[in-house]
Structure formats: C-alpha cells, structure tokens
C-alpha cells in the first residue's frame, strides 16, 4: 500500500502538470473575482472564504477524470481489481484517493492563506478557511472516486464526473463555508459546522472508496 501510494503521488505530479494546473487555475479565479464584483475591499472580505472554497472545489474537480485513468491505459486498474476482493480493492482505491488529495489537492490547501490576502481577508479568516479546506477537501477526493470509477470507461468522462459529482459535494460546500464564516462573524458558530465537516469527510472516507470499488469491479465485470 505505500508503493502504490507512492506511486500515484508521482502520477498525480507528473500526469498533465497535476497540482500545478490546479493551483494555476485556483490563482485564476481568485484574480477574476475582483473584476466582476468591483473594487470593493469590504465585499471581497465579507465573501472570501466563499469564494476560496469554490474556488478550491472546481479546482480539485479538474484532475479527477485522472484518477484511475493511468491504471486503465497501462493495463494495472485490471490487476488491481482482478487481484484484490472487495475489501481489498475498497482499501487500495481508499489509499489512490489519499495519494491524489496529496499530490493534487493538498497544494490548493497550502496556497490558500496566499490567496486569502488578496481577497482583503483578516487572519482569522485566512487560517479558518484554510483549516476547513484542509478537513473538508478529501471528501470531495471521496465523492470524486465514485464518479471517476464510473467514468473510467469513457474516452471523454471528465465532464460526466463533474456532472455526477457536484450535486454530492454541495454539503461540504455549505459547511465548509459556515465553518469559515462562523471563525469571523461573531454570532455565528464555528465549532458546529467543522465538527460536521469533519463527519462527513470520515463517513465519506468509507463510503467513497467502497462505492467507487463496486463500480470498478462492476465495470471490469
């Protein structure tokens, strides 16, 4: 398992730029938002840890077609789910998905408190937002999984994962979101919404690979 969690790490990287486009299009949106909501440096405060999860989300959509796509061109997705049962191959796409959040996401993570102070965002937002994104962002790394096994097949299927996934991810959005907005607004809560957060990032720790499991091997079937 940490051969094969090195191994993704370096296919993340080196397959299509990987976390560099990421962070390149992560950087291309937050210099966007400015031009369409004005100049304004209190709305872009007040809307910043919205913007830099949305932001960080379709970013981390953009590499999940690549998911299992080097397995299944070089022939190792079949020995992988020929050779492993179904708790097994759960576990190995478990420990893929890790090695994508690393390689492709977790750079997004580190980028974000950079991002925030262009968005005028105070230091308790930046690091709230951040630690959000650090606890809610493999989830969508979970959810992804799912709609990549599906996918695999398909010649073009990065947008049909984004399609599949994208209505799933909204409450990681709504609560990674309130989290980041409950650290700086004072009526609002913050320990509440990451606690959830942080639920729903380990019930999709389970859930994500073993779904994305059954379709490989219903796939390969």
């Known amino acids: 398992m940490w051969s094969l969690f090195l191994r993704d790490i370096r296919l993340s990287i080196r397959a299509g730029g990987g ?44 590499g999940l077609d690549r998911l299992f796509q ?5 022939g190792s997705l079949d020995l992988l789910v020929l050779g492993n049962d179904r708790h097994m191959l ?35 937002g930046i690091g709230a937002t951040a ?4 606890v809610g962002t493999p989830a969508i790394t979970f959810i ?15 947008l049909l994962i984004s399609v599949l996934v ?3 991810i909204i409450p990681v959005l709504i609560f990674g979101v309130s989290a980041s907005y ?11 919404p990451f606690l959830i957060l942080a639920a729903l990032t380990l019930f999709l720790a389970v859930l994500g690979p073993v779904a ?10």
């Open 131 to 134: 630690l959000t994104l650090l």
């Open 212 to 221: 994305a499991a059954l379709a490989l091997r219903h796939g390969t079937d």
């Open 19 to 62: 976390a560099l486009t990421g962070v390149i299009f992560f950087l291309a949106v937050i210099v966007t938002i400015p031009f369409g909501v004005g100049p304004d440096l209190n709305l872009l405060a007040r809307i910043g840890p919205a913007i830099l999860w949305i932001s960080a989300l379709l970013a981390c959509l953009l």
């Open 90 to 124: 759960a576990l190995t796409v478990l420990v893929k998905c890790l090695a994508h959040w690393a390689g492709s996401v977790l750079p997004l993570v580190i980028a974000a408190p950079l991002l925030g102070l262009f968005m005028n965002m105070a230091p308790v």
């Open 144 to 158: 992804g999984a799912a709609g990549a096994a599906v996918a695999v097949a398909l010649p073009r299927g990065g």
């Open 182 to 192: 409950g650290a700086v607004a004072d009526p609002d809560p913050f320990l509440q």
């Open 70 to 74: 080097a397995d299944r061109e070089d």
């Open 166 to 168: 994208l209505p799933l």
